[in-house]
């Protein structure tokens, strides 16, 4: 028993000798770690703020490219211009009889207005439908 | 002499003293910097390291019956230099050169505007596009930056432009219904601060407080932008054919009310004002409901309706025309000085006849007639919820018993001596198209703000006459557009009604203008079933001053192109084929 103990004492001894400096070097890169890392949290929100803050940029600019061409769409269907292309471009001159036939068929289906003029409707992302459709199926 | 040991010389005391006077006078000034005038200085902090912005979300549009928009805003970029990050000369010179071609200004005058200024922020270029913004941006210029702004834009040019107005350089609305509708197209402004760095760019992680902008509301009015147009194309051709100083041209749906176009000349162009020529300020104004005029013979139509509502006559009571009536010391006569022996109510009607009108009016008696008068809306506003609205003059025997007296019932009979508005006028005649209900006119069909849609039903007056009269007055509009030349009025395919006008022009004086007359026509089509009612009124024809050929031509046109055009069958007869 005696000589058991002995040994144990002697490898609980090493261990101690030994095993010290690497728990010093673990715990100073825990230490380390530990202070570096509000760093990396810090430099990560950071990225993802400057992240948020570059797309709500793109956002805007989308919207506003969006805007404009909204603007134009709108531009090219006014009447004064559908009128100067069917003249000028098409060579069309307005009637100079009236005819009157019955057709008997259903009449085209209601035109829709433009999705930014409608309130919110979840439906509609559902439809699958894009702007852009939305938008150009609303053309004369 | 000798020095006691461990005592403290005077040279260290002063040393001891000097440092703790340092202290002092450090502690002093930290809390003269931390406490005292930590105010100022956080707030000169803040103006180094935080902006603030307004937040404007866009304008609503104004959008015809159909949804195209005939006001919308567009989204613009105004140019902001620092003013400190310009203090230096060659700085300054390099940065405008190079801004100058994106912003679309001399960099000499940006220069100017940013010297001549001691504000922190200068404003030196407005209203760009996107691609210009986008220019401007890419230059990465320090102290300069971009601000969203908005530039209201008319899709279909000068469209309804006093009906639709405009806007100031601040986006508010100054006239028509861009003034009206102000509150609910403008929404709420909102802001944003931040931390900025050098180049005005937001810190990441900065200090950031923003209150969301609200959008305006969209508003649909019941105007119909293919109507307008056809209204607005008809005003003009005759006023030019005719010469005329101006008119009006308004077209209501009888059974709701609603205004499908609304015109009026002369008009302004909206892309080029120029709000610093006060001369050019009446031209802003809505005529069709703010100016008012006697109508003339269209107003035969209420006199008729009051004798035939009332019972006093019907369509063939007979009647004898000596050519004159007399009525108090006054005589009245007939437009064409004739007499015309025994005539029918309708062919009163028909021919114009003045003293027709007045001898109905007799028989009706004032209390009577007034009432009609008023059932039909004459002498107070439409209250169609537009600024500027008249409510014309009626002078009854209640309101002026002092000067009122029989003859002014006479001229009254026949639309002298009594004071309209287009709209009133055209309104009278949308109630007679509805079975003799009056209805509220209305130009606005929705609000569509981003939450909800809030529409606007018809709203009854009262009932003017009853349908049984009503239906008779249609038979007999009918009838006295069948006795117009068809090289005036014929419209194909439908049959039409309507009643002629040519009116003396009042002066402000009490008199009438020599030679200027005011030429109208009031119609429906088509007769059997009201879709369309329509006032045309043009004011002072040169060569021609007859309603019959200056105004209802263009009547004829316009509705035969707006029936087409609403898809309205015409009558059977019309019919070439059918189409299976």
């Known amino acids: 028993m005696a000589t058991v103990r002995k040994q144990e004492r002697s490898a609980l001894g090493l261990a101690h000798a030994g095993s010290l400096p690497v728990l010093l070097i673990l715990a100073a890169l825990v230490v380390g770690f530990t202070a570096l890392l509000p760093l990396v949290q810090s430099s990560g929100a950071t990225s993802t703020a400057g992240d948020i803050q570059r797309l709500e940029g793109e956002r805007q600019d989308w919207q506003a490219r969006l805007h404009e061409l909204e603007v134009d769409v709108a531009t090219l269907g006014s009447l004064a211009r559908i009128e100067s292309e069917a003249r000028l471009r098409l060579g069309m001159t307005r009637p100079t009889e009236t005819h009157y036939l019955t057709i008997d068929a259903p009449p085209p289906a209601e035109r829709r207005l433009p999705s930014r003029y409608l309130p919110q409707d979840s439906r509609r992302e559902e439809s699958g439908d894009s702007l852009w459709d939305t938008l150009t199926g609303w053309l004369p | 002499m000798g020095r006691k040991p461990g005592s403290v010389t005077w040279r260290l005391w002063a040393v001891v003293a000097a440092m703790g006077f340092g202290t002092l006078v450090i502690t002093g000034r930290l809390a003269q910097l931390q406490l005292f005038d930590h105010q100022q200085y956080a707030h000169e902090a803040r103006l180094t390291h935080m902006s603030e912005q307004t937040l404007l979300d866009r304008r609503g549009a104004l959008l015809d019956r159909n949804g195209y928009p005939l006001a919308a805003s567009q989204d613009t970029y105004d140019v902001m230099v620092e003013s400190r990050a310009w203090s230096n000369g060659a700085v300054a010179a390099e940065a405008a050169a190079a801004l100058s071609p994106a912003a679309g200004k001399s960099a000499e005058e940006m220069l100017a505007a940013v010297q001549d200024s001691d504000i922190f922020e200068v404003n030196v270029a407005t209203g760009l596009n996107y691609e210009r913004a986008e220019a401007v941006r890419a230059l990465r210029l320090s102290g300069v930056r971009l601000v969203t702004s908005s530039h209201r834009v008319y899709p279909e040019g000068n469209l309804a432009a006093q009906l ?300 003017a006459i009853s349908p049984q009269s009503s239906q008779t007055l249609r038979e007999m509009m009918g009838v006295v557009v069948d006795g117009i030349s068809a090289s005036y009025l014929d419209v194909q395919g439908y049959r039409v009604g309507g009643k002629t006008g040519t009116a003396s022009v009042a002066t402000d004086s009490g008199g009438y203008k020599p030679d200027a007359y005011i030429s109208s026509f009031v119609g429906i089509a088509p007769v059997e079933n009201p879709r369309l009612a329509v006032l045309v009124k043009i004011d002072e024809p040169k060569e021609v001053p007859w309603g019959t050929v200056v105004a209802a031509p263009a009547f004829g046109r316009l509705v035969q192109d707006a029936l087409a055009y609403l898809k309205v069958p015409p009558t059977e007869s019309a019919l070439v084929s059918t189409i299976q």
């Not at chain 2, 610093?276 to 703010?290: F, G, P, Q």
């Not at chain 2, 009332?310 to 009245?332: F, H, Q």
């Not at chain 2, 003859?407 to 198209?433: E, H, K, W």
């Open chain 2, 164 to 463: 639709l107005g405009f806007v100031g350089r601040d986006n508010t609305g100054l006239t028509g219904l861009e003034a009206d509708l102000n509150a609910i197209l403008d929404g709420s402004a909102g802001t944003i601060r931040f931390e900025r760095d050098g180049l005005g760019n937001q810190f990441p992680l900065g200090e950031r407080l923003e209150i969301a902008p609200q959008p305006g509301a969209n508003v649909v009015l019941t105007i119909d932008r293919y109507i307008q147009r056809l209204a607005e194309q008809e005003l003009d051709r005759t006023i030019k054919d005719h010469k005329a100083t101006g008119g009006s041209i308004i077209v209501v749906e009888p059974a709701t009310g609603e205004i499908l176009a609304m015109a009026s000349r002369p008009t302004f162009d909206v892309t080029r004002l120029d709000l610093s020529d006060a001369s050019k300020a009446a031209l802003y104004r809505n005529r069709a409901i703010t100016d008012q005029y006697e109508p003339g013979s269209v107003f035969k139509l209420v006199t008729t309706a009051a004798g035939i509502d009332s019972g006093t006559v019907s369509p063939d009571t007979w009647w004898y025309d000596n050519g004159s009536l007399s009525a108090d010391s006054w005589t009245i006569r007939n437009w064409d000085l004739k007499a015309y022996g025994s005539q029918t109510i309708q062919q009163m009607l028909s021919k114009s006849l003045n003293t027709g009108a007045a001898w109905v009016a007799q028989q009706v008696g004032p209390e009577r007639f007034y009432d009609y008068v008023s059932r039909f809306g004459f002498g107070s506003p439409t209250e169609i919820g537009l600024s500027g609205e008249s409510s014309g003059r009626v002078r009854t025997p209640e309101s002026d018993p002092a000067s009122w007296r029989s003859v002014d019932m006479a001229t009254n009979s026949f639309g002298q001596g009594i004071s309209v508005t287009p709209l009133q006028m055209c309104m009278a005649v949308a109630a007679i198209a509805n079975n003799g209900m009056l209805v509220k006119p209305h130009i606005i069909r929705a609000i569509v703000s981003p939450n909800a849609t809030t529409s606007f039903d018809p709203e009854p007056v009262r009932q």
